[in-house]
């Protein structure tokens, strides 16, 4: 199947570090970020790994769970996380899915749909390369798709998080580069009478397609 933003993200029951990962229920009532891997001991992944680990309490601020998904059986997994502890300086704090038949990565449409499990390597995986943000809603909030030679930038990660939950509370939209404490955008689809009594301490019209106001609290 074809993932789109604002699709349900697919429900799965599959194997884990934590053990038995039903995704939905593991969501809850928060958000969620699933990123993919197309192996174990990867160079490029180990550092991911790492660093996602060192940034979980800023997602856990958020309201947010991470969960990674590597293709290969969760007892590969656990050894692989020493590697990760041991050259990255950080534990690994969060569930790590197996997912060596496929399929989630599937379901996510990280893989070919002819791909088939059994003994892969990282270059037969390639495109497991995903992130996925996920709503409460359980609906798909935005993807970011990386080649395996690129390491993913969780900071960029953390950004597009603050940047959605804050249009998911206040319907506003957030220019290039923003960072919290900018000023954002306000829609086209909110009319400037609706503008005047949303923010009755102004906002700034560049063009009438373009205003801006500071972020709101």
């Not at 790590?96 to 892969?120: E, F, Q, T």
Request: negative net charge.
């Amino acid at each position: 199947m074809t993932i789109r933003i604002g699709d349900e993200a697919p429900d799965f029951t599959a194997d884990s570090t934590e053990g038995t990962i039903r995704f939905h229920e593991w969501i809850g009532d928060k958000w969620a970020i699933l990123f993919s891997h197309p192996k174990d001991f990867t160079p490029v992944c180990t550092t991911e790994l790492g660093e996602v680990a060192r940034l979980k309490p800023e997602f856990d601020k958020r309201n947010t769970k991470v969960i990674g998904l590597s293709i290969d059986p969760v007892s590969d997994h656990h050894a692989w996380l020493g590697d990760i502890e041991e050259t990255q300086g950080h534990a690994v704090n969060y569930p790590m899915i197996g997912d060596d038949d496929l399929v989630v990565a599937k379901l996510y449409d990280m893989i070919h749909p002819n791909a088939s499990g059994g003994k892969r390597t990282a270059v037969d995986n390639a495109t497991v390369r995903s992130v996925f943000i996920v709503g409460p809603d359980k609906k798909v909030k935005a993807m970011l798709i990386y080649p395996m030679s690129a390491g993913r930038n969780f900071d960029e990660v953390l950004r597009l998080l603050d940047s959605l939950q804050l249009n998911a509370k206040h319907t506003v939209a957030t220019p290039v580069n923003w960072r919290p404490g900018d000023d954002v955008i306000i829609p086209t689809s909110v009319s400037d009478e609706d503008a005047k009594k949303k923010y009755p301490d102004g906002f700034k019209t560049h063009k009438p397609y373009l205003r801006t106001v500071a972020q709101p609290k």
